[in-house]
């Protein structure tokens, strides 16, 4: 069962990459990223901190939508098309199809945060400094911004192949070369060198925001299996905004309430992740910390790809 299973999380993550709503979100969450040096310069010494943070957010944000709409759309897609009764016709079990399925999405989070976190290391250090803008950061990563749908739309042109999946790819690419290239030059001012131009601990928050959005794409695959696309959107929204204020409006009231207790207990703990306090104190994330968070990352998708599971089970397939 591994090459079925490896066949499907492919075609389900190159799906996801092909939509033009991920492409729109990717490069929407890319370009509003790397713009932040230049329209949050000037801030009084606090620049890199709020664009350090902004980036952050925006990948968040983009990131949940993103899991959230390729793990329910994937399933949308396949029960409305008939592709998933014809591929369960052949012995392929219904959990593996819909774990392969949320498989593939997470293979799709997983390069949009390479792209997201890589723009934000770039647009941290372009705006590191309120007095000046650090060209060797801005320069290329705006240049691959613009480049990447100009050669894709070209390359579609040229051989009829999917433009969304051209830009994305090549965005990624592009960012990764214009780190390379920006990682050559020191810093303006200090002039720092490599590696000390990137403030690398924000891969390390990164990692935890990335959990984040795998739990998302679980619950979005779940619930996929009894509703459309649009509900579920709107459900993996609301339990996460929940989680992301839980600890604010109901750790008052755990100790006398049973339902604050329950509430706060079944929502992702999204503020376990968001650890941008430890990037001000320049405090490094214990390792036990993030395996912590990974256990728990995987131990409630788990139980939310359980409940899935048994309810792509049930369900009638024609």
Not at 163 to 187: G, K, R
Not at 273 to 302: G, K, N
């Amino acid at each position: 069962m591994i090459r079925p299973f490896i066949a499907i999380a492919r075609l389900a993550s190159l799906e996801a990459i092909r939509r033009p709503v991920f492409l729109l979100v990717s490069l929407s969450v890319t370009a509003g990223i790397l713009l932040l040096p230049l329209l949050l310069n000037y801030t009084l010494g606090d620049s890199a901190r709020i664009i350090r943070d902004s980036a952050l957010a925006f990948y968040l944000v983009g990131g949940v939508l993103l899991g959230a709409q390729a793990a329910a759309d994937g399933f949308s897609r396949e029960l409305r098309r008939g592709t998933a009764a014809i591929i369960l016709a052949k012995p392929v079990p219904r959990t593996l199809f819909f774990l392969a399925k949320i498989t593939g999405a997470w293979g799709a989070l997983a390069l949009f945060s390479v792209v997201a976190l890589t723009a934000t290391l770039l647009a941290v250090r372009a705006g590191a400094s309120d007095l000046r803008l650090d060209g060797a950061a801005v320069l290329p990563s705006l240049a691959a911004l613009v480049l990447a749908p100009a050669l894709a739309g070209i390359w579609n042109h040229r051989t009829r192949r999917p433009f969304a999946s051209a830009t994305f790819f090549l965005l990624l690419f592009l960012l990764l070369l214009a780190l390379a290239i920006s990682a050559i030059f020191p810093t303006p001012l200090d002039r720092l060198t490599f590696p000390r131009q990137f403030d690398w601990n924000l891969l390390t928050v990164g990692f935890l925001l990335a959990l984040c959005l795998g739990m998302a794409a679980s619950l979005a695959g779940a619930l996929a299996t009894r509703w459309p696309t649009s509900p579920v959107l709107l459900l993996v929204a609301g339990v996460f905004l929940l989680g992301l204020l839980s600890d604010s409006f109901l750790g008052p009231h755990l100790e006398s309430s049973l339902v604050a207790r329950l509430a706060y207990v079944l929502p992702p703990n999204v503020q376990a992740f968001w650890l941008v306090d430890a990037l001000d104190a320049a405090i490094a994330i214990p390792p036990r910390y993030l395996l912590q968070a990974t256990a728990y990352a995987a131990a409630w998708s788990a139980a939310v790809l359980a409940l899935g599971a048994a309810a792509f089970r049930q369900l009638e397939i024609s």
